[in-house]
């Protein structure tokens, strides 16, 4: 089964900078989108960026120009730079993806990983 693991989170003042990390691990698998999402506590879980099989992104107009999503070449891994982080980008973030996985036969999945915490203080 298709497992995510999400890294990089921590504490950090205004202004500074992160880089989140999420890898995809399983036996035989093909992803063909990530997305990074983010819970602010007691909130609603919304999307951040997102990045296609072909390497399209997307993002939400709050982190537009701060924020950039990237995959590696065996495209198991995506990341998520952040910038100029401001104190509302507090919350924890998830990774999510979607594919297909060979157990016997192919089959869809869509997964996430466990969350981390990013604390930006003022």
């Known amino acids: 089964q298709v497992q995510l693991v999400e890294s990089g989170g921590g504490l950090v003042q205004a202004g500074g900078s992160l880089r989140l990390s999420c890898a995809a691990s399983?036996?035989?698998?093909?992803?063909?989108?990530i997305g990074w999402y983010r819970q602010p506590q007691g909130k609603q879980r919304e999307l951040v960026a997102g990045?296609?099989?072909?390497?399209?992104?997307n993002y939400a107009d709050s982190v537009k120009g701060r924020f950039t999503i990237s995959r590696d070449n065996a495209k198991t891994t995506a990341y998520l730079q952040m910038n100029s982080l401001k104190p509302e980008d507090t919350a924890v973030y998830f990774c999510?993806?979607?594919?297909?996985?060979?157990?016997?036969?192919?089959?869809?999945?869509?997964?996430w990983g466990q969350g981390t915490q990013v604390t930006v203080s003022s």
């Open positions: 399983g036996s035989r698998f093909s992803i063909d989108a």
């Open positions: 990045i296609s099989s072909g390497g399209s992104t």
């Open positions: 999510n993806a979607n594919g297909m996985e060979l157990r016997g036969s192919w089959y869809g999945f869509d997964v």
